[in-house]
């Protein structure tokens, strides 16, 4: 038993991140009556656009790329924090504004409309970042493990 607490812990805060977009994805279908499709695809473009915030890599050039990456590593993800959901949210206005020709019709036309936003989402996040594995620098604030009853686990 006391090997399997590791996996109980860190299986439960996979299934809560999981929860929270399951209810993101209950909350549409109870308040707009349809099943969107792109909301998958909304948070990965959202992930995408924090680990831009945080380490921009060479599209950030120049004195202020420098400035910036001298930033605390938190203070980025504090400001990623902020950035990736307003820019979501602004993507998701601008999908619900081209899908309101779909209300009122067969709600057929909703679920396509947001297949082919999911599929047009994810391709543009093939086209700008690649298909390659991703991985960025964790704060120090987070990083390493702590002992919980004798057992070891990730910060984070």
């Excluded at 909301?39 to 910036?68: N, Q, R």
Aim: net charge neutral; hydrophobic share 60%; charged share 10%.
């Amino acid at each position: 038993m006391l090997h399997l607490a590791p996996h109980l812990l860190n299986g439960l805060s996979l299934g809560l991140l999981f929860a929270l977009i399951a209810l993101g994805f209950m909350l549409i279908i109870g308040v707009m009556e349809l099943i969107n499709l792109a909301h998958g695809s909304l948070f990965a473009l959202g992930a995408y656009v924090a680990m831009v915030v945080i380490a921009p890599g060479a599209s950030w050039g120049g004195p202020l790329g420098a400035w910036y990456l001298a930033q605390p590593l938190g203070l980025r993800y504090v400001l990623a924090l902020v950035v990736a959901p307003v820019l979501i949210a602004f993507v998701g206005m601008l999908l619900e504004i081209c899908l309101r020709r779909t209300y009122g019709k067969d709600p057929l036309y909703g679920l396509l409309f947001t297949f082919g936003a999911a599929m047009v989402i994810e391709e543009l996040i093939r086209i700008v970042w690649g298909s390659a594995e991703k991985f960025l620098q964790v704060p120090q604030a987070i990083n390493g493990a702590f002992l919980l009853g004798g057992l070891i686990y990730s910060k984070y």
